[in-house]
């Protein structure tokens, strides 16, 4: 699903939102698409579970298994078991508006030597309220950010809110080097407030650990 304008697309079942009965499937790996990928500031994505996505190369950077919002915001969703080859197994959330929040994000990972297996956060983007688990990457196995400003505010860095980061791993998923950052790593910049990070793991190959398990 590609998404250019500014509308809400929300699950419906007997006038709820119904998340885990409304599954948007990319039907990965006999096929390589995005669950979706949203490009607009008032782009509202709202009670889904978006499962075994994997985009393209050439389909947006081939970022963001499950979802890519490089403008607009997700809510209530769950991202599981999706796969990118560069970045954002889960999520990849680009600008300064995006938001991911209220959601669970698991079970999600990138190719050797990638970065941000379940959420990858760009210049101001935020994840809120959500619980990220089980997640794989050499870099960053839950989350990674990258700030792209010289000289950031405080209300301008990417942000980590009111999450739990848990059980996630940093390292070879089965060959490549060694692992940082298990639960999060930032290139630069990352705002962390309220947050829960535990029983995350960095390892090599030969399980010993490298730096940062859990930051």
């Not at 983007?125 to 870099?139: D, L």
Request: hydrophobic fraction near 35%; proline fraction near 2%.
């Amino acid at each position: 699903i590609v998404i250019t304008k500014g509308i809400t697309l929300q699950s419906y079942n007997n006038g709820q939102i119904d998340r885990d009965g409304t599954i948007l499937d990319g039907q990965y790996p006999a096929f390589s698409n995005r669950c979706i990928y949203a490009n607009h500031t008032s782009a509202l994505i709202q009670g889904f579970t978006l499962t075994n996505g994997c985009p393209a190369t050439n389909s947006y950077s081939g970022y963001g298994g499950g979802l890519y919002l490089e403008k607009g915001k997700a809510r209530n969703c769950r991202i599981v078991g999706n796969f990118s080859a560069t970045a954002g197994g889960g999520a990849y959330l680009k600008d300064n508006s995006t938001l991911l929040a209220d959601s669970i994000i698991s079970g999600n990972w990138v190719g050797t030597n990638s970065s941000g297996g379940g959420v990858y956060l760009e210049r101001a983007a935020t994840a809120t309220n959500c619980v990220i688990f089980n997640n794989w990457a050499a870099i960053g196995g839950g989350v990674f950010s990258l700030c792209d400003f010289a000289a950031p505010s405080w209300t301008g860095l990417p942000a980590l809110l009111d999450c739990t980061v848990s059980n996630n791993v940093a390292g070879p998923r089965s060959n490549g080097t060694g692992g940082t950052g298990g639960g999060v790593c930032t290139a630069n910049f990352l705002r962390i407030d309220r947050c829960r990070i535990m029983a995350n793991e960095s390892r090599q190959t030969s399980g010993a650990q490298t730096s940062g398990a859990g930051l």
